[in-house]
């Protein structure tokens, strides 16, 4: 079988995901994803719209409308004719076949492929994790590795370099020689080549995957049927944070959460100097196995590990931003604000009207009039995650006028922030869930969301119809789906506070 591009960015999301997608019964699939169509077609709109503005000032090919059996005859013939820019050529040589947006001429005659992505190119406000702010990105990384790999076969390529056109229009190097990290010297070619080995040895069936759960599973078609799996087998990847690199390093010493439960430190340590355990340390065996042990107990409640201290003020403000990271927008930032003696609290929400950093800027500009409204000293805010603080932050930056980084620092100061999930939830506790989101959390202590189908991605699509329709019944599904999400942190903080009195 032929290995494309995408299937080296699906097996960075899920190796199972490429098995089964091209082995398996795809009438085990869920419905399609309404949010996946429109992150395809936004990302194709994006795409379209970036060679539309290019065209006038450079000279492009477009090989999109030719048929693929004869684009790859019209993609060398440009080459070789060292046609500056060509968009939708497509590479095909041995087993790789590539489809790099652009390709464009260097000065030395080679060509380098460029990837236009409508997220950002590297690391940093679409993510969570603070050390990966900067990184190149993984899923780009194999997928320009492949576009490389294919020019250097065909002879119009002579190093390991590629570049990402990314949503703010900045073009980032993919410079694959270069080390992943300082704790990893592995060189980014180094990582694609061992991703490409990886793919070819599912297709050649010398491997087969199984399934295991983690945060990128609700995106796919496959994950009903897969979590259904993972249930009757008792995986371990059942268990908050094991994931599937975890799950195969313990497969020698426990292939279920039960399995796991049974295991106390000693056996691990003894275990993990005899078979070569990596990449768990006691402290993480020890944080899986007693997560075990509560999934294999039936327990209801969740459990206190250690005390904890919240604030005792006469304002409480549940807050939760929407962002629409397709186009680089905060939307939507809401807060319910609950004072002494009040079971709900009221809700108040600043959402931008359009996709426009004007309208951006205003929504932001309305949410900092109400926060520095609000009596000094006599608040505390809750948030669930650090997506909000990294959000804000780069919204510091686009509109220093309105609050600059310091503001920015002083609103998620613990004295008046705490992150329910990093600071309470993630430190101080451990629960019979299979994961700790929020909503897993609030619904797992009788919270029902408003909506049938309560998400992030969800209100991304409602975002996008209500900006071309204006509908008021969409606005009022985000407005729901946003006070929503506040309030199961009411309920999660209330709960949060009943363990330690």
Not at 27 to 38: I, R, T
Not at 261 to 288: N, Q
Not at 292 to 319: C, W
Not at 416 to 421: A, E, Q, S, T, V
Request: aromatic residues 12%; proline residues 4%.
């Amino acid at each position: 079988m032929k290995i494309t591009a995408t299937d080296l960015y699906s097996y960075i999301k899920c190796p199972h995901r490429v098995w089964r997608d091209a082995f398996d019964d795809q009438s085990l699939k869920d419905p399609p994803n309404e949010f996946v169509q429109l992150l395809w077609e936004k990302g194709t709109a994006h795409e379209r719209e970036i060679i539309a503005q290019q065209k006038g000032k450079v000279e492009i090919l477009d090989l999109s409308g030719i048929p693929r059996e004869v684009r790859f005859e019209k993609t060398l013939e440009a080459m070789r004719k060292k046609v500056p820019y060509i968009y939708q050529g497509y590479l095909e040589v041995d087993e790789l076949v590539g489809k790099p947006d652009l390709l464009e001429l260097q000065p030395s005659g080679e060509y380098i492929p460029i990837d236009i992505k409508s997220g950002m190119g590297l690391k940093g406000s679409d993510t969570t994790e603070e050390d990966e702010e900067g990184k190149l990105k993984k899923e780009y990384a194999v997928q320009i590795g492949l576009y490389i790999d294919a020019l250097i076969r065909l002879g119009f390529l002579k190093r390991n370099f590629g570049r990402i056109l990314d949503s703010r229009g900045s073009l980032v190097d993919y410079d694959l020689n270069t080390p992943q990290g300082v704790k990893n010297p592995q060189t980014w070619w180094e990582f694609y080549l061992n991703v490409l080995g990886q793919v070819a040895s599912l297709y050649d069936k010398r491997v087969q995957t199984e399934p295991a759960l983690g945060g990128v599973c609700k995106m796919c078609e496959w994950y009903t049927n897969c979590k259904q799996a993972c249930i009757r087998s008792n995986c371990t990847t059942l268990i908050p944070e094991v994931g599937r690199s975890r799950k195969d390093a313990l497969r020698s010493l426990a292939t279920t959460v039960k399995d796991l439960s049974k295991i106390d430190m000693k056996a691990f340590a003894l275990a993990k100097t005899r078979l070569g355990i990596k990449g768990i340390g006691e402290k993480t065996f020890e944080k899986m196995s007693r997560r075990a042990r509560l999934l294999s107990s039936g327990r209801k409640e969740p459990v206190l590990l250690s005390q904890f201290i919240l604030p005792d003020r006469p304002i409480e403000l549940f807050f939760d931003i929407e962002a629409d990271p397709t186009q680089d927008i905060v939307y939507m930032h809401g807060a319910v604000e609950r004072r002494k003696g009040q079971a709900r609290g009221e809700f108040h929400s600043f959402v931008a009207k359009d996709v426009s950093q004007d309208e951006e800027k205003r929504a932001w500009a309305e949410f900092w009039a109400y926060i520095k409204a609000l009596p000094k000293d006599e608040w505390v805010m809750y948030y669930y995650s650090k997506y909000e603080r990294t959000q804000y932050r780069r919204l510091a930056e686009l509109y220093p006028d309105v609050a600059d980084a310091q503001e920015v620092e002083w609103l998620f100061d613990p004295v008046r922030g705490i992150d329910l999930y990093f600071d309470i939830v993630y430190r101080h506790t451990d629960w019979p869930t299979y994961n700790y989101s929020v909503k897993t959390l609030a619904q797992h202590l009788g919270f029902k969301w408003r909506d049938e189908n309560p998400s992030g991605a969800a209100s991304i699509q409602w975002f996008n119809e209500w900006c071309q329709s204006k509908d008021g019944n969409i606005l009022q599904r985000i407005l729901d789906y946003n006070e929503d999400d506040c309030l199961a942190m009411v309920v999660l903080k209330d709960r949060l506070q009943e363990l330690v009195q």
